[in-house]
């Protein structure tokens, strides 16, 4: 027992020491090698094997310089990365995120994340993840479209729908996705559909994939909530961000019948106590690229708190979907405090260490990332699907796809976490079950 989590130790120990710098990454690592000694002591093959320490090793990493120009022909250099994390259970998949903040530590973070989320989709997709230190905010089309070109330049070598299927994330949505598959199209001579997902639906995307990770996040609150009794329906809800995750979260909240009263972007929170009119949103930021300060100008009831915590207006459920680290102990403390009783992450590790803890501990509903937005990229998946049969699906069936997938996530989930003796701990449960899923293809596969 204590040979086992001094093991555990060991690995978290060096993976900090061979890694130097990268925090989040060793917060990922941290957060899920914490979790598995129960997994060696059932299972002590995969000690023997050293999976584990395999898994926290990237297979390939790969960084690349971007140049590119702005409209007034002023030359500028980005750095790109590609992260191929683990190909176990299908090739790479996970989006790219251009936002000023990527370095590898961020992306390493993200590509773990992503190989667990993807094994505990029960899809045949490995894990990845990918970007640049660009910032998309301001730019022209122009100048969005010749660094997409730019960085597919280089990254076109590494992808293929076999090896390598990128996505969107922060500041990659339809548009870069759609500069970025006409340029693989033009190098490659290739009309090769399923190399990227997130696609337009008028050129091989799939319908529900631009809505599929709020929409998942919310089946798997009101998954959550049925184990309880309850269900969303009347609730009040707050969602951090304004982005893709947290527009279709919103929408999907109000489809079932739930009030939500704020949302935010990095620089404030939009408080509407009548609930957010969503069309509004929409426009703001998926039309006119502006910043949700405009909201309030367009609704005067609605109240602007510049540089405003999110958190600390009243709520029952709490959707985090904008970025990492973004909600805290103190932050949870005032949710619990003002009668939360669910939580559930649109984003990748949005809540700290501590604010876990303290969920946990107040036996709040807590749905971590991996199992409550992993319905983004298994509808990615419904996309290489559709792509690879030359089929588009209604917007029904794959909505009705994407609730099954999540109803399924939530039931393993919650068996894994039971099964291993901390019934209602979905970290334990997500943790876990992804980890098993690799683990078995990893060691049926011999020493790789
Ligand atoms: P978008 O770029 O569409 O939106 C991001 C939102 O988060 C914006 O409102 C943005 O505000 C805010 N945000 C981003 N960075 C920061 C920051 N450093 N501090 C405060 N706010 C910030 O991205 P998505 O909606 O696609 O992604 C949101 C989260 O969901 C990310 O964690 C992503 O990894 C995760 N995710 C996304 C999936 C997808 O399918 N797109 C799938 C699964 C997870 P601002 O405009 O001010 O920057
Ligand atoms: O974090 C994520 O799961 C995503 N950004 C989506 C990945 C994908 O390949 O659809």
């Known amino acids: 027992m204590a040979e086992i989590d001094a093991r555990i130790r060991r690995i978290i120990a060096d993976v900090m020491r061979r890694n130097p710098g990268e925090t989040e990454f060793h917060q990922a690592v941290t957060e899920v090698t914490e979790t598995l000694a129960p997994v060696l002591r059932k ?20 960084i690349f310089r971007v140049p590119w120009q702005d409209d007034r022909g002023e030359v500028h250099i980005n750095r790109g990365f590609r992260v191929g994390f683990n190909s176990a259970l299908g090739p ?12 590898l530590g961020i992306v390493k973070f993200l590509g773990f994340e992503q190989t667990f989320k993807n094994a505990i989709t029960g899809m045949p997709i490995g894990g990845a993840k990918g970007g640049a230190d ?11 479209m010749r660094f997409c070109q730019s960085f597919m ?15 969107g994330d922060i500041g990659v949505g339809q548009r870069e996705i759609g500069y970025l598959f006409g340029q693989y199209k033009r190098i490659t001579n290739r009309y090769e559909s399923g190399v990227l997902t997130g ?41 951090s ?59 005067p009831e609605a109240e602007y708190r510049a540089g405003g915590n999110i958190w600390t207006i009243p709520c029952e459920v709490a959707l ?5 680290n973004e909600l805290d102990e103190a932050s949870v403390r005032t949710l619990l405090a003002n009668g939360c009783l669910a939580v559930a992450e649109g984003a990748n590790m949005p809540t700290t260490p501590g604010g876990v803890r303290a969920l946990l501990e107040a036996g709040a509903a807590y749905g971590p990332g991996k199992a409550a937005n992993a319905g983004g990229v298994a509808t990615s998946a419904l996309e290489m699907q559709q792509n690879a049969s030359r089929d588009a699906w209604t917007f029904e ?37 992804g980890f098993l899923r690799v683990a078995e293809a990893m060691v049926a596969f011999g020493l790789i």
């Not at 985090?320 to 990492?324: G, K, N, R, V, Y």
């Open 320 to 324: 985090p979907c904008a970025t990492q």
């Open 134 to 144: 660009f910032d998309p905010k301001g730019k022209s089309d122009d100048e969005v």
């Open 199 to 239: 696609k337009s639906p008028k050129w091989g995307g799939s319908l529900v994939r631009k809505e599929a990770t709020g929409y998942g996040v919310v089946y798997f609150v009101e998954e959550m909530l049925k184990v309880r009794g309850d269900s969303v329906q009347g609730k009040t809800c707050i969602v």
């Open 92 to 103: 790479y998949k996970g989006g790219l995120r251009f936002h000023p903040s990527v370095n």
């Open 397 to 433: 069936y794959t909505e009705q796809r994407l609730r099954e997938i999540m109803q399924k996530i939530h039931h393993d989930c919650y068996a894994t976490a039971e099964e291993f003796g901390c019934p209602g701990n979905y970290v334990v449960g997500a943790n876990i079950l």
């Open 241 to 299: 961000g304004s982005g893709n995750v947290a527009i279709y979260a919103m929408e999907k909240l109000q489809q079932l019948g739930a009030k939500v009263v704020a949302c935010s972007d990095s620089n404030g929170v939009i408080y509407d106590p009548r609930g957010i009119r969503l069309e509004t949103v929409k426009r703001i930021k998926e039309v006119e690229r502006r910043r949700i300060s405009a909201y309030a100008e367009e609704h």
């Open 153 to 167: 330049t280089e990254l076109y070598r590494h992808l293929g729908e076999f090896t390598d299927v990128p996505a």
């Open 43 to 62: 299972y002590p093959q995969y000690a023997e094997h050293k999976i584990i320490e395999r898994i926290c090793e990237p297979e390939r990493q790969i």
